[in-house]
């Protein structure tokens, strides 16, 4: 069983930084990550807001629960050192619904099929 990752204190202060950094210099960013509670979600469109950025929130989600589960327990580090989750650490974790009064906007794009998942989201930015 891998360790529950978790996220330093720290690491999305650290890449909201990066993101503002990026964005002031006029270079567009997309961050995948997963945002679990109002106040990551927060701290995005307090980003978005100093870097001057619209801000495109997506919330993917698979309703096949037999499917996610073989997704998360197929899943492979993408880089040396890094733990993933397992399923039962996943299903563990602290979800609040998103509220677009508090959150935000959003886009929800099911991700049954992962291309129609990437044309829609696609479709969604700007410029598309």
């Not at 002031?24 to 990551?40: K, Q, R, T």
């Not at 602290?94 to 929800?108: Q, T, Y």
Request: cysteine-free; aromatic content about 4%; charged content about 20%.
């Amino acid at each position: 069983m891998s360790a529950a990752p978790t996220a330093a204190p720290t690491g999305v202060p650290a890449a909201t930084l990066t993101v503002v950094s990026n964005l002031l210099l006029g270079i567009d960013v997309v961050v995948d990550a997963v945002n679990p509670v109002p106040e990551a979600r927060a701290g995005w469109r307090a980003a978005a807001a100093r870097g001057g950025a619209a801000l495109l929130q997506v919330e993917t989600w698979l309703p096949d629960a037999d499917e996610h589960r073989r997704r998360v327990e197929s899943r492979t580090p993408d880089m040396p050192g890094q733990l993933v989750p397992s399923w039962d650490e996943v299903a563990r974790q602290p979800w609040a619904l998103w509220d677009e009064v508090r959150d935000g906007p959003r886009a929800l794009v099911a991700t049954e099929d992962s291309g129609a998942a990437l044309a829609a989201v696609t479709a969604l930015s700007p410029g598309a």
